[in-house]
């Protein structure tokens, strides 16, 4: 009996397993901004995040306790549920890299570029492969993008020092009279190191933790570029066949219905994900 009380201890130092393997103390109060960055009211925050720490125990893991708290949030709004698992609506862009490439390509679109994957440009030196070229007349912004399967992997210093040498090279060939940015877009986190590399170089960064102002979860969330992935409604094999279709946000599903009733859904199903695609684009 001692040792099973031990482990309903929800003291300070309640340890917690992070999806890196790290172990961290659980935090009420962090549990609690997320939620109201999730666009819950304060109340429905308090009263959700006292009910999951209820149920945290030593050793839990942080996917336990997402899941448990996106189901109580979906609860009470499948907005803020929409919101609150934005970071798992971007792992789930894959199991490739393509499709995040597209997902960040639309994302410029909704700022006012043209985007172009996957296009091959001549440095002073070499050739290289760019992932996202985002184009205004005279302008043009380069992107390497970064995906990763799981939340726990970081995008360390290495990367963005190997971002700025082909930066370079790109920005002193035939190719790069126009380039005035280059970005590092990830669908997890940057490191401390790399963070402040890429602010003393200048390159731009976009990932759940950068800009330090507003994230790109924060930009998604502003501009309404949901991916498809982000509607709970949908299949995961027909999530699968609309982003091999190039058919990456959620307001273009709205002008799919052909080619979802062809996919096998419903006329009622098609109703009830285009009404929330509606409320979510419109809130």
């Not at 490739?96 to 994302?107: A, D, K, N």
């Not at 380069?142 to 290495?158: A, L, M, P, Q, S």
């Amino acid at each position: 009996m001692k040792a099973r009380n031990k482990f309903k201890y929800h003291g300070p130092k309640l340890s917690i397993i992070k999806s890196s393997g790290d172990v961290e103390q659980f935090n009420k109060s962090k549990l609690q901004r997320s939620l109201k960055r999730a666009g819950l009211r304060p109340k429905e925050c308090k009263e959700i995040t006292e009910q999951v720490a209820e149920k945290v125990r030593h050793g839990s893991t942080t996917h336990d306790i997402f899941k448990k708290t996106e189901k109580l949030v979906r609860q009470q709004s499948t907005i803020a549920a929409t919101h609150y698992s934005l970071k798992k609506s971007l792992l789930e862009l894959g199991p490739t890299g393509y499709e995040f490439e597209q997902f960040v390509g639309r994302y410029f679109e909704s700022i006012g570029f043209t985007s172009y994957v996957g296009i091959t440009l001549q440095g002073e030196f070499v050739r290289h492969e760019v992932d996202v070229v985002a184009s205004r007349p005279n302008y043009q912004t380069y992107v390497e993008c970064k995906f990763h399967n799981t939340i726990g992997r970081k995008n360390d210093i290495k990367i963005v020092l190997y971002v700025k040498a082909r930066w370079d090279d790109l920005k002193n060939g035939p190719d790069g009279k126009y380039l005035r940015e280059y970005y590092v877009a990830t669908n997890t986190v940057f490191t401390s190191d790399a963070l402040l590399y890429a602010e003393g170089v200048g390159l731009k960064l976009l990932g759940v933790n950068a800009p330090a102002e507003e994230s790109f979860l924060d930009k998604i969330k502003r501009h309404k570029i949901y991916p498809i992935t982000s509607l709970r409604r949908l299949k995961r094999i027909h999530c699968r066949e609309l982003l091999r279709r190039n058919i990456v946000l959620c307001s273009e599903l709205l002008l799919k219905k052909d080619l979802l009733l062809s996919m096998g859904l419903t006329e009622d199903e098609i109703e009830n994900l285009f009404s929330d695609i509606v409320k979510l684009i419109n809130h």
